[in-house]
C-alpha cells in the first residue's frame, strides 16, 4: 500500500473483521462519538457472514482451499514495524482456516447442444392446458399405484398450479454463469424474529432504513415422510383442513396456555425436571399436533427440557402477526446485508473503513493490545475489537473443532410450490440417522437470492461427521441429488442427458409405460438439484477464551448454529458495555430533518448529508417487501 | 475533514414544531374566514375549490367545505364541457384520495368520493373496485370501505359469486371480521338460495358455512364475530304477521299483533253474515306511533246482541288476513285468543343441523368450560331444537351465563325472563296468570296477556318503567308485592285496573303516585311495606287521598 495512503495512526476503537457482532460494535462505537477504524482482509464485508454472487462464491471456495498459502504469505512484521521492550507480537490467522470440507459441485451438464435435451426444451413448451392434463395422469396413475403415502396424499403441492413444474432439466452451467449477478448466496443464512433483539436493534437505532426484508411465507414441517404446512398463526389454523376442529382448539388452546405468562408457574407446576415432550404428552395432544408444536414451532428435540420449550414456543408466539403470517423476517439480498447496514452507520457517524486491509499482528505488551500491525503500519487503539477467527490458537482454552455442517442447493422449483413465490422456514426433526435438527431455508428469486425459476435451499445442522455426511440424507428426502461427479457430463454428456429425457417421456406416457411412472412422478415432484456446495464451519459461540487475552481485546464469536441473530446482538452489547460502561447502546441515530451540518456548508457537500438524501430518496418498498417500521 | 452532525435537541424540534403549528392555524382561520365569506356571497368559483382544497388536505373531516364544493361542482356542470366536467371530477377523486390516505375513516371523504362517482361521465368503476380490494388489504375491517365497496359492485354490478369469493380470501386472512361476515350473509342468499325456503342458503352451502363458523369457533371462541354470524345461519325465518287476540265487547274493544305496526292498515272489524265492516277509530294502547296493541273505539254503540259471526281483518304486506271471533254465549261479546306459538317444530334435516351444531359446542365446553360465546350458543341452539326437552338444561346454561359474564348478567337475565314467561304462557290459559317467584327481570310478550283480568307477578326483581302494562287492557287486578319497584314514573293508563298491589317494593317519592289516576278504575291500593307508607298512616292515607280521590281501599284498609 503507497505511502501517502497511510491511516491515521490512533483510533478510539479498530475493529478487525466485518462479521455481524464486529460490525453492530463498529456502529455502536461510532454512534456515541468514538474514532473507529474497520478493516477487514476480505474485499467484500461481512466475512464469514457475508453472501456472494456465484462467482465470488467460487472465489470464496478457491480462498477457503488455498488457506495454507494465504497465512504463510504473511510479512514478517519485524521488517518494518518497530516494537519496544516488553512488547510482543501476536500473530493473527487467517479467517478461512475455521472452514473445512468445502464441497462444491455441478449436476448438470456444462452446456445443452446434445440433440435430446434439445427436445425435451421444445417439448418444454408446449401449452399449459396439455401440461396439467399430464400432471391429472400422473396423479391418477400414481394414486392408484402408490401404497406409500409419500407424495400424493395430502401433500399441498398436489391442489397448487406448479408453474415451474415443467422447466426441469434444462438448465445448464452455462445458462445460470450467465446469470451469476443475480444471486446472493448466504454463507450464514439465519432469520429475524419479528420481535427479536435484532428487529428491535434495527428499529430503535434507526438502522432499519438501510434494510429490506421480506416476510417468511411459510413453516413446514417433515411429517409421515411428507411436507405438512404448520398451521401457527390464528388464520392458519382457522384455515388449515389438516387437523380437526377438536385439534384445532387442543392446538389454540395450548399456544394461549404458553403465552399466558401470569398462570405459568401453576400450569407448569412439576414439570421443571420433564421434556417439553413430557408436557405435551400431558395435554393428550394429538400425534400430529405434538410434532407441530415440539418440532416446528418449538424447534425442539425429544429431550428438549419442558420449561425451554416453553421459551421456545413464547419467543416464537411473540413474533407473531408483526409483519406477516409467520414470526420470521428474511433481509433482502441476502444476510449479508446486515452487518453492512451496521458498517454503514458507523461510517455516517464517521467511521474510517478499509477492505483488503489485513491485521497481521497485534503487538502486546502488560495484558494489553497496545498496537495492530496492518499493511506496514502500527496502528493503536484504545480497544481492540475483532472476529475470534483471526485469533490464535493459544488464546482458546479448548480449541473449537466440531461446528455448523451446511449445505447450500441450486434447485429448479420450490420444495413445495404455491400460488405466490413462498419463502420457507423448515425444520426437520431428529431422526435415527441423524441426531440433531436440520434447519431448513428455502428462498427464491423476489428476495434477489437468485435468477427467476431457480430457487436456493440452505441447510444448517451441528456438525457430527461431514457437511456432507450430515445433510445428504435429509438433502434427499426434499430434493433430487443426481449425485454425479461433473466431469462424467464432460466426457458422457450425452449419457446423463438421455437419462433425464428418458425420464421425462416415461413421464408423458406413464400411463402407456405403467410401473415406470410411479418413480417418475417422484421425480417429478421434488426439485432437482442443479448445484450444490457443502461446507464446515467451526461454531465459536460457546469458546472458552483462555487469560492470556489481552484485556482490551474483545473477541467476537462467528455465525452460531441458532436460527436467528440473537447472540450476536446480546455479545455486542455485552462487549460494548465492558468497553463503554457509562455509553448508550445504540441510541436512535437521527432522521435527516434533525441534522444540521456544522461548519457552514450551504451547499450541503458534506458525504454525510449525501449520504442521508441517497437514504431519503430511496424508492418505497414494493408489495410484499416489508420494511421494519415501529408499528 | 468533513463536517460533523449535529443533532438538533428535542427543545429546537419542539420550538420548531410550535412555529409550524401556529403557522398553519393562521393559514387555516384565513382561508375558512374566506370560504365562509365566499359562500355568503354565492360565489360558485375555481377560488372557492382552491382554498377549500387545501384546508381539507390539512383536515378532511369539515362537511360545510366539502358541501360547498359540491355547490360549485354542481353549478360548473352546467357551464363546462363533458371533459372539463371529467377531468374536474377525476381531480375532486384523487383529493378524496388523499384525504383518505391521511384518515381512513372519514365519513365525508367516502361520502364525497361516491357523490363524485355519480357524477362522473365517464366513471372507472373497476379501478374504483380494484382500489377498494387494496384498501381492504391493509385494513380489512374498515367498514368504510366495505361500504363504499358495495355501493361501487351496485354501480359496476359485479357478480354476486366475485364477491363471494372475495369474502372468502378476507375471512381467511382474518376471520374477526363483522363487516365482511355481514357481506356474505348479504351474498349467500343471491348466490344460493334456498328452494325449500327453510334456511337462508342451499342445504349444500348451509353446511358448508356452518363448518367455516364452526372452524372459527373452535380456533377461537371468544370472537363474536363468526358466532354472530352462525346466528344468521342457524336464525329462523321470523314469524308471519298475525292477530294473537282480539276482543269485540261494550266496554273495550282491541287487537294484538305478532309485530307492531305503525298504522291500523286494513285493521277493522267485520260483523254479521255480510262482514260489514265496523265504523270507529284505531289508537294504539300506550300512545306510541307503533305498537302490537291497538284499542278500537266504535263510532256508534255496538249492536246487542252481535248479529252474528265477528272477524277481524288486517293488512300483511298487501294482503288482507282475517281471523274469526268466538261470540260469547249471551252474544254480547266476542273473543280471540290464539295459542302462543314459540317455536314451531324444525324439518328433520335442518334438526339433524342444529343437533350437530350443539355437539360441536358441548365438545367445545369440554376444553372451555367457561366460553361465554359457546354457552349462549347452546342455549339458543337448545332452545330452537326442542325447548321442552331442554327446559331445565337452558334455565341451568343461563344461570351459568350469569355468574360467568358479570357485566352481561342482565342481559341473560333479561333472556331467561321471556323464555320463563313463554314456558309459563303455554301453560296457563285463561283469565289469570300467576308469574310468582320467577325472579323475572323484565316483563315480555305484555301483548299476549291484553286479555288477562289477574296477573300475579309477586316475589321477582321487576323495577324497571313498566310502560308494558298498558298492554294489560284487560286487567282487573295486577300484584307486583315483592319487587324492586321504585317509582311510579311511567305508569301507563290501564283502563280496566281496579286493584293494584304494590307491597314491599322500593317506592319513597309519593308524588309519583299521580301516574296512578291515568287508571280510572282503581279502587284498591295496596303500599305496604314501602318507604312512603312508613309514619302515620292517618297523614299518609290523607296524602294519598289527595292525589288518588277515587280509591276505596288504601293499605287493606277500607276508607
Known amino acids: ?631 | 475533514m468533513h463536517g460533523r452532525l449535529k443533532v438538533k435537541t428535542t427543545k429546537e424540534q419542539e420550538e420548531e414544531k410550535r412555529q409550524k403549528r401556529a403557522q398553519k392555524v393562521k393559514q387555516y382561520r384565513a382561508a375558512f374566514g374566506r370560504i365562509v365569506e365566499k359562500r355568503q356571497a354565492g360565489e360558485k368559483d375555481e377560488e372557492g375549490l382552491q382554498i377549500s382544497q387545501q384546508i381539507l388536505e390539512m383536515i378532511p373531516d369539515i362537511h360545510s367545505l366539502w358541501n360547498y364544493r359540491r355547490e360549485i361542482l354542481e353549478h360548473l356542470k352546467e357551464v363546462v364541457s363533458e371533459d372539463e366536467l371529467q377531468r374536474r371530477l377525476e381531480s375532486e377523486r384523487f383529493l378524496t384520495e388523499t384525504c383518505l390516505r391521511a384518515n381512513p375513516k372519514s365519513y365525508c371523504a367516502w361520502h364525497h368520493r361516491s357523490w363524485t362517482m355519480d357524477h362522473m361521465p365517464r366513471p372507472d368503476w373497476q379501478r374504483e373496485l380494484t382500489l377498494c380490494t387494496k384498501f381492504l388489504s391493509l385494513d380489512e375491517r374498515n367498514f368504510h370501505c366495505w361500504d363504499y365497496r358495495r355501493f361501487v359492485v351496485r354501480r359496476a354490478q359485479v357478480p354476486a359469486q366475485k364477491e363471494l369469493d372475495f369474502t372468502d380470501e378476507k375471512i381467511a386472512v382474518n376471520f374477526s371480521n363483522y363487516s365482511c361476515w355481514h357481506y356474505r350473509s348479504k351474498l349467500l342468499p343471491v348466490v344460493q338460495p334456498d328452494p325449500m325456503g327453510v334456511r337462508p342458503v342451499t342445504e349444500a352451502k348451509h353446511k358448508e358455512e356452518l363448518e367455516l363458523v364452526q372452524n372459527a369457533a373452535f380456533t377461537d371462541p371468544t370472537d363474536q364475530s363468526a358466532w354472530f354470524y352462525q346466528r344468521w345461519l342457524l336464525g329462523r325465518s321470523r314469524p308471519c304477521q298475525a292477530i294473537t287476540r282480539a276482543l269485540l265487547s261494550t266496554g273495550r274493544c282491541l287487537a294484538t299483533l305478532v309485530h307492531p305496526i305503525r298504522a291500523p292498515l286494513g285493521l277493522q272489524f267485520l260483523i254479521g253474515a255480510g262482514r260489514e265492516p265496523l265504523a270507529g277509530t284505531w289508537r294504539t294502547a300506550d300512545g306510541q306511533s307503533s305498537s302490537s296493541v291497538w284499542v278500537f273505539t266504535p263510532t256508534l254503540p255496538l249492536p246487542q246482541p252481535l248479529p252474528g259471526p265477528v272477524y277481524l281483518g288486517l293488512d300483511v304486506d298487501g294482503h288482507s288476513v282475517t281471523a274469526e271471533l268466538e261470540v260469547s254465549a249471551d252474544g254480547l261479546s266476542a273473543l280471540l285468543a290464539v295459542a302462543p306459538d314459540f317455536g314451531a317444530p324444525l324439518s328433520p334435516a335442518l334438526s339433524s343441523v342444529m343437533l350437530e351444531e350443539l355437539d360441536a359446542c358441548k365438545q367445545l365446553l369440554e376444553f372451555d368450560p367457561d366460553s361465554k360465546w359457546t354457552l349462549l350458543t347452546t342455549v339458543l341452539l337448545m332452545q330452537t331444537i326442542d325447548r321442552h326437552v331442554y327446559e331445565a338444561e337452558t334455565m341451568h346454561t343461563l344461570d351459568e351465563l350469569v355468574e360467568l359474564d358479570y357485566q352481561r348478567a342482565n342481559y341473560y337475565r333479561d333472556l331467561r325472563s321471556r323464555l320463563l314467561v313463554e314456558y309459563t304462557l303455554e301453560r296457563q290459559r285463561g283469565d289469570v296468570v300467576d308469574l310468582t317467584g320467577l325472579s323475572l327481570t323484565a316483563l315480555y310478550h305484555a301483548p299476549l296477556l291484553a286479555l288477562v283480568k289477574t296477573l300475579i307477578l309477586n316475589d321477582n326483581h321487576l323495577r324497571r318503567p313498566l310502560s308494558h302494562l298498558a298492554a294489560l287492557q284487560c286487567c282487573e287486578s295486577l300484584s307486583l308485592d315483592r319487587n324492586e319497584v321504585s317509582s311510579l314514573a311511567g305508569w301507563p293508563a290501564m283502563p280496566s285496573l281496579r286493584s293494584l298491589s304494590l307491597r314491599e317494593n322500593a317506592l319513597d317519592d309519593l308524588e309519583c303516585l299521580a301516574t296512578l289516576s291515568a287508571c280510572p278504575c282503581l279502587q284498591i291500593l295496596d303500599l305496604r311495606g314501602n318507604p312512603v307508607a312508613k309514619g302515620d298512616q292517618k297523614e299518609f292515607q290523607k296524602k294519598v287521598l289527595a292525589i288518588l280521590p277515587s280509591l276505596s281501599t288504601l293499605n287493606g284498609e277500607h276508607i
Open chain 1, 1 to 631: 500500500m503507497a505511502a501517502d495512503s497511510d491511516l491515521p495512526t490512533n483510533y478510539d476503537v479498530i475493529v478487525i473483521g466485518t462479521g455481524m457482532t464486529e460490525s453492530i460494535l463498529a456502529a455502536a462505537a461510532s454512534r456515541v462519538g468514538k474514532q473507529v477504524l474497520h478493516i477487514d482482509s476480505n474485499e467484500y464485508y461481512g466475512g464469514l457472514w457475508s453472501s456472494f454472487n456465484l462467482e465470488n462464491l467460487n472465489k470464496w471456495v478457491a480462498d477457503c482451499e488455498n488457506k495454507e498459502t494465504l497465512s504463510s504469505d504473511l510479512d514478517d512484521p519485524n521488517s518494518d514495524v518497530k516494537i519496544n521492550n516488553g512488547e510482543d507480537f501476536v500473530f493473527l490467522r487467517s479467517q478461512a482456516t475455521h472452514v473445512n470440507n468445502v464441497d462444491l459441485k455441478w449436476h448438470i451438464p456444462k452446456k445443452s447442444g446434445e440433440i435430446k435435451v434439445e427436445q425435451w426444451s421444445r417439448k418444454s413448451q408446449t401449452s399449459d392446458e396439455e401440461e396439467q392434463i399430464e400432471e391429472v395422469e400422473v396423479s391418477e396413475s400414481s394414486s392408484t399405484k402408490e401404497t406409500s403415502t409419500r407424495t400424493h396424499t395430502n401433500s399441498e403441492s398436489e391442489k397448487m398450479p406448479s408453474t415451474q413444474c415443467t422447466q426441469n432439466s434444462n438448465w445448464t452451467q452455462e445458462d445460470i454463469m450467465r446469470e451469476y449477478r443475480r444471486f446472493n448466496i448466504d454463507l450464514a443464512p439465519k432469520l429475524l424474529f419479528a420481535r427479536g433483539s435484532l428487529v428491535e436493534l434495527l428499529i430503535s437505532s434507526n438502522i432499519a432504513r438501510y434494510t429490506e426484508f421480506h416476510a417468511v411465507t411459510r413453516v413446514l414441517t417433515w411429517l409421515d415422510g411428507e411436507l405438512n404446512v404448520v398451521p401457527c398463526s390464528r388464520a392458519d389454523v382457522f384455515a388449515t383442513r389438516h387437523v380437526s376442529v377438536v385439534e384445532k382448539r387442543m392446538l389454540m388452546k395450548l399456544l394461549t396456555t404458553c403465552m399466558d405468562t401470569e398462570n405459568l408457574i401453576q400450569e407448569f407446576q412439576g414439570f421443571d425436571t420433564k421434556t417439553f415432550l413430557d408436557y405435551l404428552k400431558s395435554k393428550r395432544l394429538t400425534a400430529h399436533l405434538l410434532h407441530y408444536v415440539l418440532y416446528a414451532i418449538a424447534m425442539g428435540t425429544d429431550s428438549t427440557p419442558c420449561m425451554e420449550g416453553v421459551e421456545r414456543t413464547q419467543r416464537f408466539l411473540n413474533s407473531l402477526g408483526r409483519y406477516g403470517n409467520t414470526p420470521f423476517l428474511w433481509p433482502m439480498y441476502g444476510t449479508g446485508e446486515l452487518p453492512q447496514a451496521f458498517c454503514r452507520l458507523c461510517a455516517v457517524f464517521g467511521g474510517t473503513y478499509c477492505l483488503q486491509h489485513p491485521a497481521k499482528a497485534l503487538v502486546v505488551a502488560d495484558d494489553r493490545c497496545v498496537g495492530v500491525v496492518s499493511c506496514g503500519q502500527r496502528l493503536a487503539a484504545d480497544h481492540v475489537v475483532m472476529s475470534i477467527s483471526q485469533a490464535p490458537s493459544n488464546y482458546f482454552d479448548d480449541s473449537p473443532v466440531s461446528g455448523i455442517s451446511r449445505a447450500v442447493f441450486i434447485t429448479n422449483k420450490s420444495i413445495m410450490p404455491a400460488e405466490k413465490e413462498p419463502l420457507t422456514f423448515l425444520q426437520f426433526p431428529p431422526g435415527p440417522n441423524h441426531p440433531n435438527p436440520v434447519t431448513v431455508i428455502e428462498v427464491g428469486p423476489s428476495t434477489h437470492a437468485c435468477p427467476k425459476g431457480l430457487f436456493l435451499v440452505h441447510m444448517t445442522c451441528k456438525q457430527s461427521k461431514s457437511a456432507r455426511e450430515d445433510l445428504l440424507e435429509i438433502a434427499e428426502h426434499i430434493l433430487t441429488v443426481d449425485d454425479v461427479n461433473p466431469s462424467d457430463y464432460d466426457i458422457t454428456t450425452g449419457t446423463q442427458s438421455t437419462q433425464t429425457v428418458k425420464q421425462e417421456s416415461n413421464f408423458a406416457h406413464s400411463e402407456a409405460r405403467g410401473g415406470n411412472g410411479d418413480e417418475a412422478a417422484t421425480v417429478r415432484t421434488k426439485p432437482q438439484v442443479l448445484w450444490s456446495m457443502y461446507f464446515d464451519c467451526l461454531e465459536t459461540s460457546k469458546s472458552n477464551l483462555s487469560p492470556s487475552v489481552p484485556q482490551n481485546l474483545h473477541l467476537c464469536s462467528g455465525p452460531d448454529l441458532e436460527l436467528d441473530f440473537e447472540f450476536s446482538v446480546h455479545q455486542a452489547e455485552k462487549i460494548f458495555k465492558q468497553m463503554y460502561p457509562d455509553l448508550e447502546f445504540l441510541p436512535r441515530a437521527p432522521d435527516p430533518e434533525e441534522i444540521v451540518i456544522e461548519g457552514d456548508s450551504p451547499e450541503g457537500n458534506d458525504q454525510e448529508a449525501n449520504l442521508f438524501e441517497l437514504v431519503d430518496q430511496e424508492d418505497p418498498p414494493s408489495s410484499g417487501q416489508q420494511v421494519i417500521e415501529n408499528p
